[in-house]
């Protein structure tokens, strides 16, 4: 219990540091799920077989390039605690190849337990499991500078380490999306852009916040932050 108040004692003053920028970071977050849309809008109607398994390949690509663009952000928040308009066209495309050799694992995993475990009853928890303990990968790249040899590796450590701080973090984060998107998807009723737009929102918040927790943890441990908080307060 210590050490929980510890991590979000930092985690709250990371955040008051780091607060100018969360409305250019939401802004992003919900830019990315435009274009997203707009992507799926105008490839709706390809049919299956081949060219439905390239369209997959190009949204997942997609999505690796918008995660490698906010990594390029979160890397200035981090070191100037602000952003700037030019920042938004700033790329880094290090990040990029990372983050697509280390997650393409994590992908693989989950699509061979998605149709592996489909047909269980526990199938659908056992793969909500693994998309939990896989979560931290993204952080644990473009942060923890991780390659995709040590990326599960690495990920057990962080559970063994942080895994009360970490489950805190986990179910607040399905508790807003679990009970309070749906209430504000439904005043929006049919107005979809404006509703990809919010569940944009909600993913640069969730980014956000994932990102200032990740850097606490996974620099310090529980000795380290119990010391270094006695000393603060």
Request: aromatic content about 18%.
């Amino acid at each position: 219990m210590n050490d929980l108040k510890n991590v979000y004692f930092d985690f709250w003053k990371d955040l008051k540091e780091t607060v100018a920028a969360l409305p250019a970071l939401l802004c992003a977050g919900a830019l990315y799920m435009l274009l997203l849309y707009a992507f799926n809008v105008l490839t709706f109607s390809f049919g299956g077989g081949l060219l439905l398994g390239i369209v997959g390949v190009m949204r997942w690509m997609l999505k690796m390039l918008f995660l490698a663009h906010f990594a390029t952000l979160m890397t200035r928040v981090f070191t100037h605690h602000q952003l700037h308009f030019d920042d938004f066209f700033r790329y880094d495309r290090d990040y990029f190849f990372q983050l697509t050799e280390a997650l393409f694992w994590i992908y693989i995993v989950t699509w061979a337990l998605e149709r592996m475990l489909g047909m269980m009853n526990t199938g659908s928890f056992l793969v909500l499991l693994w998309q939990a303990f896989s979560a931290p990968a993204y952080e644990a790249v473009y942060i923890g500078h991780e390659k995709s040899a040590h990326i599960f590796p690495a990920l057990v450590d962080f559970w063994q380490v942080n895994w009360v701080p970490a489950l805190a973090y986990g179910l607040v984060a399905l508790g807003v999306y679990t009970f309070i998107m749906p209430g504000l998807f439904t005043a929006l009723g049919s107005a979809a852009i404006l509703s990809q737009a919010l569940l944009g929102v909600f993913y640069g918040l969730l980014l956000y916040t994932k990102a200032i927790l990740f850097r606490i943890l996974y620099f310090s441990n529980p000795r380290s932050r119990a010391f270094h908080n006695s000393v603060e307060r």
